[in-house]
């Protein structure tokens, strides 16, 4: 299988080299397309911090593998990150944090097995990079929750849950200090009502 690779910014091509280290070493069977994404893509003139190859390859390949993207700093360019998010759709962020056999933590010396998966929903909320200056001391983001993209997200969560046998599924939000997000959540929880 061949999968488009972005190394990224910073220590980005570096942590890219050792994990494609590793994936030889272990003889993943991949095959690897470089492509052109991040700050110094943005610094060439590419406003979306990647070249339109780069942008076909990835939709043709279906997979990228990306290290850390660097977006330009006061120079009003929305993030590379959140633009590869928009771009193709990816509206959940999945995590997953496990006990590994030999790691040293607290919870394996106390003997407490971790396995979390946390899934937050990537697009939206102040993701949405709606920002203006009101004035030259103010600025202003604005933070947009929808019911379709909440559900999406939700949908995602529960069938992922179902399919690994989860037992427990627990929603985290902001509520206790960002109003809407407690009216936003009950609203799409409750069908809209």
């Known amino acids: 299988m061949k999968i488009a690779v972005a190394k990224g910014d910073g220590i980005g091509p570096e942590i890219m080299d050792a994990v494609l280290g590793i994936f ?10 470089m492509v052109d994404m991040g700050k110094w893509v943005f610094d060439r003139g590419f406003s979306n ?5 780069a942008k076909h390859t990835i939709e043709e390949l279906g997979i990228l593998f990306k290290g850390p993207m660097e977006t330009p ?3 009003g360019v ?3 990150n959140v633009t590869a998010r928009k771009t193709w759709n990816t509206y959940a962020n999945k995590r997953v944090f496990q006990t ?3 790691v040293d933590t607290v919870f394996s010396r106390a003997g407490i097995p971790i396995d979390i998966t946390i899934v937050r929903e990537n697009i939206e909320d102040t993701y949405g990079g709606i920002e203006h ?4 001391d103010v600025a202003l983001s604005r ?11 939700i949908k995602y969560a529960f069938e992922m849950a179902k399919k690994n ?13 960002m109003n809407a997000d407690g009216r936003s959540l009950s609203r799409v929880l409750s069908g809209g009502r």
Do not use: D
Request: with cysteine; proline share 6%.
């Open 78 to 80: 929305k993030s590379v």
């Open 73 to 75: 700093k006061g120079k």
């Open 100 to 102: 590994l056999h030999g």
């Open 24 to 33: 030889k070493a272990g003889k993943v069977p991949l095959e690897y397309e």
């Open 49 to 53: 911090g990647m070249t339109p190859e």
């Open 143 to 153: 933070r947009f929750i929808t019911r379709p993209g909440s559900l999406q997200v």
């Open 165 to 177: 046998g989860a037992r427990r599924i627990t929603c985290g939000h902001k509520a206790n200090i």
């Open 133 to 136: 200056m009101l004035t030259q």
